[in-house]
């Protein structure tokens, strides 16, 4: 009896002689993982991902397997890994600015590409901090992000593909944190330390040309416009009504009036 032959590098099974030979629901599993890994290193966008998945889990063949990784390197190929500080290959790194950031009833940020020294102080007092880390350059492997914030809150947005550890302590305030989406042991790391008091400090990852979140954002917006008008309209509404009702006491009320002096 002829069987399958062991799983290629790529993560598909080597095709047999039989191109129609019958996948099993290990084999699916292993290149739904492997798309799982694309997904995390930035190769396929969220919904190449979800089609992929769905066409490996309607496959029957591994004929059908192989096309969904033909455009993706072999799973134990040295790939070059994800790093803020590729940019150094190419470009200088850029100026320094300083490390301490204040925002005392007002707001600061830091976006585009920057230089992130080893530790980065943010101060914030009834106020606000966004840091963008998408096109900025690591000073090295790990950075730390240092926090004292009360009665604020702190964004950062970071991309695929690096490692956010929260060590800060957060009291009557709260830390949201993205899970790791990546497996990578060298990959960067921003450690976020520090207290926060009544506030919060919030870690959101997105790709540099996330159109699909600005265009929820667009359409976030614009839902809040379609409410607010609306509530403008039945406010317009309830006062021609109210109007409308006080004009006919009024007039009920002569009428009466009338008949009193007739009589």
């Keep these: 009896m002829n069987l399958p032959e062991q799983p290629s590098e790529s993560g598909v099974p080597a095709r047999p002689a039989a191109a129609g030979m019958r996948a099993s ?15 995390a290193e930035g190769r396929i966008t969220p919904e190449e991902h979800a089609e992929r998945i769905d066409a490996v889990y309607n496959a029957k063949t591994y004929a ?18 994800v790093d803020l500080r590729k940019e150094e290959e190419t470009l200088a790194p850029p100026a320094p600015q300083s490390p301490n950031l204040v925002a005392i009833f007002s707001g600061v940020e830091r976006k585009g590409r920057w230089l ?9 007092v009834f106020g606000g ?3 963008d880390f998408r096109q900025a350059v690591l000073s090295r492997h790990e950075v730390t992000v240092n926090i004292t914030c009360v009665f604020g809150g702190v964004n950062l947005v970071v991309p695929p593909g690096v490692r956010v550890v929260g060590s800060n302590t957060a009291i009557f305030g709260g830390n949201d944190l993205p899970e790791d989406d990546t497996t ?3 990959a960067p790391v921003i450690r976020v330390t520090g207290t926060v008091l009544f506030g919060g400090v919030s870690v959101t ?12 954002r667009h359409r976030e917006i614009h839902q809040l416009h379609r409410e607010h008008h609306q509530e403008i ?10 109007t409308r009702e006080r004009r006919d006491e009024r007039r ?3 009428r009466e009036l009338r008949r009193e002096r007739r009589g």
């Excluded at 192989?66 to 890994?81: F, G, K, Y």
């Excluded at 992130?116 to 914030?124: A, F, G, H, K, Y």
């Excluded at 309209?233 to 109210?242: G, P, Q």
Aim: charged share 55%; aromatic share 0%; glycine share 0%.
């Design 25 to 39: 629901d290990a084999d699916r599993d292993r290149v739904a993982d492997r798309l799982r890994e694309a997904l």
């Design 64 to 81: 059908e397997l192989e096309p969904v990784l033909s455009d993706l390197p072999p799973e134990h190929e040295a790939r070059p890994r």
């Design 116 to 124: 992130v020294e080893p530790t980065t102080n943010i101060s914030c």
């Design 129 to 131: 901090a966004d840091l």
């Design 184 to 186: 990578d042991p060298d």
């Design 205 to 216: 990852r997105r790709a540099i040309d996330d159109k699909k979140h600005r265009r929820d």
């Design 233 to 242: 309209r039945e406010r317009r509404r309830e006062l021609r009504d109210d």
């Design 252 to 254: 009920d009320r002569l």
